[in-house]
């Protein structure tokens, strides 16, 4: 792709990934993604926004070709997919300073082996000239690493925010418009990486809405050309607000949990209660880390083995502490053969979890009638907390 104009003067460049499927090894990319930089030529220095990933140099290396001059690089991000290419672009440009935030300069030595000496930091709200065009730079820390920073334009009324707002898409359309895809796919980058600073980012909401601007520009994804619609959604994903919703990741290893989660799904949906369930030997861990946004509710399925719950429980309910998304409730049911300590052990694995734990449905071998009584008194338990919920948005 070629370097493409936003404004006069700004343009963006960066690379399309549309093969990469897992990030940090990790988190499932289905759309794939992107590595976006800016190039900004006020009318006396040149910079550029962030870099692509070390993987796509190249690409960045070529649109830079006819570039004579960068005086200042930002980094808003030490995290290697934007960071990854400062090397290269430090040496074509041997004047250029690198600019970043105090927390950020070491990540950037640690991970880069920058030289210090080309290091400039900026303080929260330090401005930079470019002669007509100026970079004001706002400190937004955890979203998601401890030296994040945006910056802001206001001569073109632009902020750059990086991994902020952005979101894992691969896609021609430069502008995000109002797809309501793009907004899923900020959802799945927000659920992944952001919700475990969920309050920090609230701040950080609060200190970018103070600038006047037109567009986001982050750096995976497209520029949000309408950004009230991507604000109003990260306000709602931060905020206390939860659903009438259960999440219920599960496995079955001989049909007896499975028959559990199918008629505790069944009598949830019979009393007004809206449940997504995950069978976690297949599921998209994205997918689930979506639905943790905002659901008010938790219920882990599982079989015992070895006395504790299935390791793709255990996987999951790590995950889910880790996330620490504004759940209230929570619950276990599964089966076991002979004695278990799955309830024990799943306890030991959530203490972010500022949760009430409504019950536990446990049986030996197959589900009976008391076990299915159990569950309508657990289906019960849920709806009775559930109708509390003012559903309305913030
Ligand atoms: Fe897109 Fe945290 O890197």
Known sequence: MKPRQIREGIHWMGAVDWNRRLFDSLIPLPDGTSYNAYLVQGSAKTALLDT?????????????????????????????????????????????????????????????????????????????????????????????????????????????????????????????????????????????????FRKTIQTNISKVRACAFDLIAPSHGPIYDNPECILSAYEDWVSDRVSNLVVLPYISMHGSTEMMVTYLV????????????????????????????????????????????????????????????????AAVIGSYGWGTKAVEQISGLIPNLKVDILGTVLCKGLPRNDTFSALDKLADAIRDKHSAIDEAPN
């Not at 019979?270 to 938790?298: C, P």
């Open 52 to 196: 692509v990933d070390p993987a796509m140099s190249g690409v960045l290396m070529h649109q830079l070709a006819g570039v004579e001059r960068i005086d200042y690089l930002v980094s808003h991000h030490a995290e290697q997919d934007h960071s990854g290419t400062i090397p290269a672009v430090m040496s074509k440009y041997p004047d250029a300073l690198l600019v970043c935030t105090m927390k950020a300069r070491q990540m950037l030595v640690d991970h880069l082996d920058v030289q210090p000496e080309r290091i400039r930091t900026v303080e929260d709200g330090e401005t930079l000239s470019l002669g007509d065009k100026t970079l004001r730079f706002i400190h937004t820390p955890w979203v998601h690493w401890p030296e994040t920073m945006v910056t802001h334009l206001p001569e073109d009324r632009i902020l750059f925010s990086c991994d902020f707002f952005g979101s894992h898409l691969a896609t021609t359309d430069l502008y995000a418009g109002s797809e309501p895809y793009i907004c899923e796919a900020a959802k799945r980058y927000y659920a992944e990486i952001m919700m475990p």
């Open 266 to 329: 069944t009598a949830l949906s019979e009393r007004g209660v809206k449940v997504q369930e995950f069978e976690l030997s297949t599921t998209d861990i994205g997918k689930l880390a979506m639905a943790l946004v905002d659901a008010a509710t938790i219920v882990i399925g599982t079989p015992t083995v070895h006395v504790g719950p299935h390791p793709s429980v255990f996987s999951a309910t790590h995950l889910a502490n880790a996330l620490r998304p504004k759940l209230k409730y």
